[in-house]
């Protein structure tokens, strides 16, 4: 660990030196105000997208994606807390149907089609947007739930920046973060480096160590325990550069990569808390990509080609008996990827678009298991073709559609298609009335196909058709905004992959006939600014219905018409900052309804989890600022009111807890 350490902060200085050395002068900019408006794009008719806000970035610089996306966006994360796994579901979706890409590279493991999200630093990403539903057809295939795009940003006026971030926190938390960046409006720089690591090793009550019932008021008091097998130490490197070879052509290579040594820890139950066994996981993971882009008159080339590597390494440890500790499991897998692009797109002026594009990716899976002696070589080659056209009729309506044919492994699938509309209903309210149908589909994953035990080859693609409805709308300036949407949306989704437990004492995969996934998504955003003092409030609020609609299948099965579980029915979020002159004050709430473990929804029993809200209190303020240097500190209190919660079935999460962070920009 100090190794390490030591080694962040060699690079860092080294970076600092050099970059130091080439910047001749300093470019200072003045205050800028922004009207925000919902532009009316003809390329985006009937789509539904959205990001999230700048200071929130700049907020959570010390996250996760993980929490990032969980407290500020329409999207439920389940994990079992700080460093552990976590994965989406948007729009009552899968964890695979939530297609992820950086910088247009998609980064899901062609394995599991999902994303752990709590290995994303925020540090390391300028931009996160998100595609819902159907719109997400304009990036790829698969995001039955949506896209969320991760995006670095180049700023070519800055000749030279740097940053340090470093947080202490409970249960000997420690995180820091550097970046540099350097260079001029032809050339620019950025390197992006990160440590952190946890005990977390938090006290909590375990509800499988029932004690006794309080004589006064008849509740049942648990004992208390401390979370083991939970420790973590994660870090990462990121390099950015960019050329501007002449006015219209731009050339970047961004490279990322990092790696996660973690515990993970048994669930804890009725045998108590203490583990014999123990588990680990190693991740390594290397990105690439190149992308060249051409600025015609009134058109745009862009070519990309990238690539990936992913390890996991898993092993579970028993302890046998006389001290003896033996291999339960020991896992290894590879997967590779290679993925390439050429998309243009050519705008007349506000009037018309048309994008294409075509795509050829391969991806290489090998697994293998040396205590059972199992695992599998796979190989997968996906080829995409997509058009879109866009077009406006006066300045009240644009249309909209799209279609993207691909074939995996050179056989042919039906189409996939997006038709949407948006009508300004009034110009000084900014209100604008949207709506869309489209059909999108997911393959089965590498795993889904050919995981040993349990592999299904017969698997069908999953086939979804959504209709989306919605209205937004703004009001004001930056200096006093309100800013709404409200989006209704109906999903029908044929062929749902799920893995249940076999008859041959495995679990596999295998096709639900029907599930359809309805809801409603609520976003608003408030800013009033009343000279050095300034108010904002973002906040989203979700229902969310996802719905099994098979009878009969499997003998006993009482999920018909039952909500799939972990998907809660209602979640809310909302961020609220004040800042005034130095000193800046922010409340994070999030609510989440019951969510069932067991596909019969049974209520209140061992398997249901409870509602809970969570409550988030910082405190910042700035110690220090010149022209070319700010030097920041805030105390952050998380799980503000001691709530007992648990975001997966026996895995208890911490309760009140504490952090310090310092930033220091020059």
Not at 19 to 42: E, L, P
Not at 139 to 148: A, E, F, I
Not at 402 to 425: A, H, L
Not at 598 to 624: E, I, V
Request: hydrophobic share 35%; charged share 20%.
């Amino acid at each position: 660990m100090k190794k390490i350490q030591v080694l962040f902060v060699l690079l860092f200085c080294v970076q600092l030196l050099f970059a130091q050395a080439g910047v001749d002068s300093t470019i200072v900019t003045g205050t800028v105000t922004v009207n925000a408006k919902y532009i009316f794009k003809v390329e985006e008719a009937g789509m539904v997208k959205s990001d999230v806000d700048s200071t929130v970035m700049t907020q959570k610089i010390r996250s996760s994606l993980s929490a990032l996306l969980s407290e500020n966006t329409p999207i439920f994360i389940k994990t079992k807390g700080q460093g552990a796994l976590a994965t989406a579901s948007f729009r009552g979706t899968a964890a695979s149907h939530t297609q992820v890409r950086w910088n247009g590279l998609n980064i899901n493991s062609p394995m599991t089609g999902m994303v752990d999200f709590s290995l994303i630093p925020v540090f390391f990403v300028d931009d996160v947007s998100l595609e819902h539903g159907g719109s997400s057809i304009a990036s790829q295939s698969g995001g039955l739930g949506g896209v969320v795009n991760l995006n670095n940003k180049v700023q070519w006026n800055d000749p030279f920046e740097a940053k340090y971030v470093q947080f202490i926190g409970s249960y000997d938390t420690y995180q820091e973060y550097g970046s540099i960046g350097f260079g001029s409006n032809k050339f620019q720089s950025k390197t992006r480096l990160y440590v952190r690591s946890s005990e977390n090793d938090y006290p909590f009550y375990n509800m499988s160590n029932f004690k006794y019932i309080d004589p006064v008021t008849a509740e049942l008091v648990y004992g208390e325990d401390t979370f083991k097998n939970g420790d973590y130490f994660n870090y990462g490197l990121m390099q950015e550069l960019y050329w501007r070879i002449d006015d219209k052509s731009v050339l970047s290579a961004n490279y990322w990569g990092q790696r996660a040594d973690r515990s993970i820890p048994t669930v804890i139950s009725r045998e108590g808390a203490e583990n014999t066994n123990v588990n680990n996981q190693l991740d390594d993971v290397h990105r690439g990509v190149i992308q060249w882009k051409h600025y015609g008159d009134i058109s745009k080339l862009e070519i990309k080609s990238g690539g990936s590597m992913q390890q996991l390494d898993y092993t579970l440890k028993n302890q046998v008996g006389g001290g003896v500790v033996k291999d339960a499991i020991h896992s290894q897998s590879k997967s590779y990827q290679l993925q390439n692009s050429v998309r243009y797109e050519l705008p007349v002026y506000d009037l018309f678009h048309f994008t294409g594009s075509a795509d050829y990716n391969k991806s290489w899976v090998d697994t293998y298991e040396s205590v059972r002696k199992t695992g599998y070589k796979r190989d997968r080659d996906v080829v995409s073709v997509y058009a879109s056209v866009a077009q406006s009729f006066g300045k009240k309506w644009n249309v909209s559609a799209q279609v993207r044919q691909e074939w995996q492994d050179y056989v042919y699938s039906n189409p996939i298609w997006f038709t949407g509309f948006d009508y300004k209903i009034s110009e000084n309210y900014g209100l604008i009335l949207h709506g869309s149908l489209s059909k999108n589909y997911h393959a089965p994953t590498l795993n889904d196909l050919y995981w040993q035990p349990g592999g299904n080859s017969d698997l069908k693609p999953e086939d979804g058709h959504t209709a989306e409805v919605g209205l937004k709308g703004i009001l004001g300036t930056s200096i006093n905004m309100l800013k709404w949407s409200v989006t209704s949306y109906y999903s029908d989704i044929d062929n749902w992959i799920i893995w249940i437990p076999s008859v041959r004492g495995y679990w596999e995969p295998r096709n639900v006939k029907n599930v359809i996934s309805k809801g409603v998504e609520v976003q608003l955003l408030w800013n009033r600014q009343w000279g050095d003092l300034n108010f904002k409030v973002k906040s989203n609020y979700s229902y969310t219905r996802s719905i099994n609609m098979e009878k009969g299948g499997v003998f006993g099965d009482k999920s018909y018409k039952k909500q799939l579980v972990y998907i809660p029915i209602h979640s809310a979020n909302v961020l609220g900052t004040v800042d005034y002159r130095w000193f800046n004050i922010a409340y994070q709430y999030n609510y989440f309804s019951e969510r069932y473990t067991t596909t019969s929804n049974t209520p209140k029993d061992r398997y249901w989890l409870y509602p809970y809200h969570m409550n988030q209190l910082d405190l910042g303020a700035q110690l220090y600022e010149n022209q070319d240097q700010k030097i920041r500190v805030r105390f952050s209190i998380y799980n503000l009111f001691d709530e007992v919660y648990r975001s997966i079935l026996s895995s208890p999460m911490p309760r009140r807890n504490y952090g310090v962070t310092v930033i220091l920009n020059c």
